[in-house]
């Protein structure tokens, strides 16, 4: 059992994780953002240095922080990021569709005892896997949707249907019944 200071230092190792995480991901989309004519990053576009020493001082320590994530594209970010500080475990695993995807009950065991949880959010995850974030995590737990945290695209595509009604009218078969004789 964890007394109250290992809890509150794992507590705060999510948080410090969670916040590198957003951090780093913001600096990528600005560099990415912020380049010159050749494709170099723009000196304005680059990350303190100090800020990266004072960072790599903090995580130096080997955690093992049990994180777990929705999908493996999200696993790869936390992986990129947390290095070997974080043991990933996602729900729906590689080539499975998280939208029908439905967690093992060993899974959903281990989902209770996570501290951390990252996901995209904006209804990428089915109804099995929401439910799941929603009443199965820990009460200690840091549930970090990433979704809304960017301006999403909306998509706004037709109804396929809608074009097909209009060819029920004209049956090409029949023509050619007529050309044929």
């Not at 493996?72 to 947390?82: E, K, L, Q």
């Not at 070997?84 to 060993?106: C, F, M, N, W």
Request: aromatic share 6%; with cysteine.
């Amino acid at each position: 059992m964890l007394n109250a200071s290992e809890s509150q230092y794992k507590r705060s190792s999510a948080l410090f994780l969670a916040t590198v995480f957003m951090f780093l991901a913001s600096a990528y989309v600005s560099v990415g953002c912020n380049t010159d004519e050749e494709g170099s990053p723009s000196p304005e576009s680059l990350v303190d240095s100090n800020a990266a020493v004072a960072v790599e001082e903090r995580t130096d320590k080997k955690i093992d922080f049990p994180v777990f994530v929705s999908t493996s594209i999200v696993g790869d970010w936390v992986r990129t990021i947390g290095g070997d500080r974080v043991v990933v475990e996602s729900l729906a695993p590689i080539g499975k569709d998280p939208h029908t995807y439905q967690p093992t009950p060993k899974q959903v065991a281990e989902l209770g005892k996570s501290k951390l949880v990252f996901s995209i959010g904006l209804t990428l995850e089915g109804s099995n896997i929401r439910s799941l974030l929603e009443n199965s995590l820990n009460p200690d737990a840091t549930h970090i949707p990433l979704g809304p945290l960017v301006n999403p695209i909306e998509y706004k595509g037709h109804d396929e249907h809608d074009e097909h009604d209009e060819h029920d009218e004209h049956d090409e078969h029949d023509e050619h019944d007529k050309h044929d004789e």
